[in-house]
């Protein structure tokens, strides 16, 4: 399998170089030559569709300190509005989660542009994508109370057919059961199967009804990625932050590879 065939996913945008499931980190991603970027789906607490990995506020934004009294600071039980108070970006200027702002890798003029960086929602990562010709992976999560009833994949459908978005898009979930109900809606989207969310979880081998695989990193072994590869379904591993992992595994004929780093994996890309 060539190099160039191997899809540069930014996990959370490029969430080493910005603020994860923000704008910015979109930006960030798009500059440096990911492919694609994944981000995660929560909802407010009136119905709106936001990027989100945490069930809470407290880690990525400045909930605890808008809104002392509102511990756990649980993502459904805020307002879109509310949401739009927060500022999602000056923790990852003061926490330098992975070391790049130590290292000289932002610019100090993109780390005071991230501070008041705000949640965006599904349909502005959607429509920044197809406005910038590029590619999505949206992860759908089971939803924290009070909101877990919440009839997302209806809701995400809609937001790709009014933005025009089926080429741009790819859904993904540890929820099999929502990515049958996706394929039944419209079969013209690409579905892919998380697999990792227990460290003993399986492909559904008797089956393989997916015709795309993302692979936890500890569960990628040489084995499964061939046994996949040969059956004709692709496989991405997440998430591959290290050169000599990801060299590896381009080697083992993986089609993606999911990173906090998509800077390295592009060196990487660009010279194997």
Known sequence: MTHCRVLNIAHRGARSLAPENTLAAARKALAVGADMWEVDISVTADGELVLMHDDSLARTTNAPAR????????????????????????????????GEIQAGHVPPEELQSYRGEHIPTVREAVRFTVSHHWRINLELKALPPPMQDFPVVEKVLEIIAEEGAEECVVLSSFVHRWLREIRERNPRLKVAALIGYGEAQEVDWDTLEFSTYNLRLSLATPERIQRLREAGREVNVWVVNEEEEMRRLIALGVT???TDFPQRLAHVLRDP
């Open 67 to 98: 809104f002392p009294r509102r511990s756990p600071w649980t993502v459904t039980t805020f307002t879109r509005a509310e949401l739009s108070a927060l500022d999602a970006g000056s923790w990852f200027v003061e926490e330098d989660p992975f």
């Open 256 to 258: 993606g590879i999911f």
